[in-house]
């Protein structure tokens, strides 16, 4: 039973490509995160949606989009890509609590290679 | 602003103990956090201390200072297996922020 699960795994692409990546999570958790870890393995937030709200958007291109159908769902879509979204992209849930740390679960993330 | 700082990496034997620090600065403070990553993985958590001490889970033990806003985390009896990622973070305006994680090295 996947908590966090994201499709495709591999994503190989031209620049200018449009491509969408998909997240699914059946913890029940009311907020769900998209993260971009780069080859330095610096991981950083770049959205977060509670119950399908849009709460945290760091400065992140407009060419990134996302969305989410009900919140057990978010995802991703790129415009335009670049050779600098090559990365690897990690959806994340938690149910998040008012000032409190709250455990976040990754999915297994989705290696974007851009040509 | 905020900013968290930990080794880059670190490399012990099979069966050592091995610390991995992390500093932060951050406006507000909610608790430090450990992940762990393998190659090719995603992270995972491992631990969460809010007050100051030691937290014990097994193996791993993560600790907290906040008077100095340090924290570590201590792995026993390493294994082969405990080569990874392992990043610190704290809570900052509703998201995780991430230290540049330490690549922890484990040989035979």
């Known amino acids: 039973d996947t908590a966090v699960s994201q499709t495709p795994k591999y994503l190989v692409t031209q620049m200018g490509n449009d491509k969408s990546i998909k997240c699914e999570q059946n913890?029940?958790?009311?907020?769900m995160y998209w993260y971009k870890q780069d080859s330095k393995k610096f991981l950083k937030i770049m959205f977060s949606?509670?119950?399908?709200?849009?709460?945290i958007n760091e400065t992140v291109p407009n060419r990134f989009s996302p969305k989410s159908p009900d919140k057990a769902h978010l995802n991703l879509h790129i415009n335009s890509l670049e050779l600098g979204d090559s990365a690897v992209y990690f959806c994340?849930?938690?149910?998040?609590?008012?000032?409190?740390?709250?455990?976040?679960?990754f999915g297994p993330g989705t290696r974007l290679l851009v040509l | 602003g905020q900013s968290l700082e930990q080794p880059s990496e670190v490399t012990a034997v099979e069966g050592a103990i091995v610390q991995i620090n992390c500093t932060y600065q951050?406006?507000?403070?909610?608790?430090l956090s450990w992940y762990q990553q393998h190659d090719g993985g995603a992270p995972t958590f491992l631990s969460y201390?809010?007050?100051?001490g030691l937290e014990e889970t097994g193996r791993f033990s993560s600790f907290l200072s906040r008077s100095d806003s340090y924290g570590y985390l201590l792995l026993q009896e390493l294994q082969m297996k405990d080569s990874a990622s392992y990043f610190c973070?704290?809570?900052?305006?509703?998201?995780?922020?991430f230290g540049q994680g330490t690549e922890l090295s484990v040989k035979p």
């Open positions: 994340a849930s938690s149910q998040i609590l008012p000032n409190s740390q709250e455990t976040q679960y």
């Open positions: 913890l029940g958790h009311d907020t």
């Open positions: 949606y509670n119950n399908k709200e849009l709460i």
């Open positions: 951050t406006s507000g403070f909610y608790g």
């Open positions: 201390n809010a007050l100051d």
């Open positions: 973070a704290v809570l900052q305006g509703g998201k995780l922020i």
